[in-house]
């Protein structure tokens, strides 16, 4: 079959029939920004759309903490279990380093071979609006594939947490015990995003320093008011390395989904994202097309030159530009 | 002379004179959202910009840390040393609990007849870029009205710290020693735009406390990678309320404010906070334009139910609505 010629349609009708060629293909046209390829991702998408019964869950973690051991077992355990596993990176740094497209085939080798997961690397994208875009419509063809257990993993720096953190479900942080890790990992809004904090790593000489890590994390969120959606978010210890302490978590998440079922908040959460996904595209697109205009291109650089100088007020600069594009 | 009738120009001779009844009109045009006084604002606020030599300090810190004694014998310290003094407030809650309006008037009871320094209470506004715009612009007449040592105090909750941040030369976080502060206090984001870190309320039976906060302080500092600038965050205590480590406090801005025009970083620093202006008001005013227009209102409600109740995409949606309004 030769991939260039398909249509739309043929795509979706391989989408629902799990061809993992044709859901790359979908995925490789939603990550495109020519138009013609833009507007077939459209179709695709929108025929994706429906409420499967998935769960979404995002995993953060600065680098050194073994996110890609632990998406690898946890990955792997979900499978046993029957699972369908997807595995997708927010990472916008990729664009530049282009690392993590060759990195993430080579880091989850044994995922990356069974059937019943599906590893893509990140979308490039020149920025975090446009990645985390093609991220959250890649995540609908997956579900419409099949796939019932998505897991979107983050680089653990910058915006790009709080970016996953508004498509998915469940949002895990994990964290090392010990050195001045402890510290840093104060981040307010991080913890405050954390529906579980797991300390990884604690096996061998570790285990007491990340039992102490736990008793810490654990003080440091009872600080924090309690979760609209009344879960009370807890620490666990786990080695994905050892394999150990992993179904203990999973046990946490679906627990957690059972529980924000049963009370309406798992759908309620979905609704409210996909609001804040339609307003956070509209700006962007307004933003984009205000700063494509002529008028914008050829005055703004000399508004700022003005502005920078001191020669007229940053507000003054604005309306006079403003009233131009009127 | 009847206030109401004043021409632009009126005003303008007004603040050079140092005309506290024309400073304050001034501010109240600024702060106005009625069209013509727009306008008068804007021709003020244009007569007024100068490259005055003065210096604009941000203070922060939570509820209870002593912002108001603190400004109140800060502020008195430097008229001493022959200053004139300016405070305004960035408190974008205000608009709700009107409370900081009274509340200004009598937190600062000294300083208020103090007649070198000028206290405003906080201007209203429907959001965090209105108060901030009106708090830019006001200090610009300030500036012009002949205050050299603006401070604008922010509220320490939530985004108006780095709001005020962008405002200002120097930034400068208030803490308190000891209790579940520390741990809160380090909120990564706060803790690398502070210029200096004060340990208030070193006085009494928490003097030894604060001198322990000054030692932790000090070490997760040094956790942070140096600024741009070479300057190094350090970390005083004082106790505003014995008038005690405030002298040392003015020296350390002293030192930061001549380093950093010998170095060229202070006229950078003024200059790209214009251009940070230009863009982030630009981008307000167009997607504000964006929502005010007729189709956006009619149908963005729509939009939303469909995409709320997975009927449509996010971003089938947007589209629909961006080629409307084309």
Request: charged residues 25%; glycine residues 8%; hydrophobic residues 40%.
């Amino acid at each position: 079959m030769n991939l260039a010629n398909l249509t739309s349609t043929d795509i979706i009708d391989g989408i629902f029939n799990n061809d993992i060629a044709l859901v790359s293909k979908a995925i490789t046209l939603i990550e495109s920004t020519k138009a013609e390829h833009r507007t077939m991702a459209n179709d695709i998408v929108q025929a994706c759309i429906s409420n499967h019964n998935t769960v979404r869950i995002g995993i953060t973690g600065v680098p050194g903490v073994g996110k890609s051991t632990f998406i690898e077992q946890f990955g792997t355990l979900l499978t046993n279990l029957g699972k369908k596993v997807a595995v997708l990176t927010v990472d916008p740094s990729s664009r530049i380093t282009k690392g993590s497209i060759l990195g993430d085939k080579t880091r989850m080798l044994e995922l990356a071979k069974n059937p019943n997961a599906y590893i893509r690397p990140s979308a490039s994208g020149s920025t975090l609006g446009g990645v985390a875009r093609k991220t959250r419509e890649s995540i609908i063809v997956l579900e419409a594939a099949g796939y019932d257990t998505i897991i979107i993993e983050t680089i653990g720096v910058g915006q790009s947490e709080t970016a996953v953190h508004s498509m998915v479900d469940f949002f895990l942080l994990l964290k090392l015990a010990g050195a001045g890790d402890d510290l840093q990992g104060i981040k307010r809004g991080i913890m405050e995003m954390a529906d579980l904090i797991v300390i990884n790593k604690a096996d061998g000489n570790n285990i007491k320093n990340a039992e102490l890590s736990k008793t810490e994390f654990t003080r440091a969120l009872h600080m924090f008011p309690p979760k609209e959606n009344g879960w009370s978010a807890e620490v666990l210890t786990c080695s994905a390395l050892e394999n150990k302490g992993l179904r203990k978590i999973w046990q946490v998440i679906s627990t957690y989904c059972s529980l924000m079922k049963d009370s309406g908040f798992f759908a309620k959460n979905r609704q409210k994202q996909n609001e804040q996904w339609l307003v956070q595209y509209l700006e962007q697109e307004v933003l984009t097309a205000f700063y494509d205009n002529n008028k914008t291109k050829e005055l703004l650089p000399e508004l700022k030159d003005e502005v920078m100088n001191g020669k007229t007020s940053p507000f003054a600069a604005a309306e006079k530009l403003l009233k131009l594009l009127k």
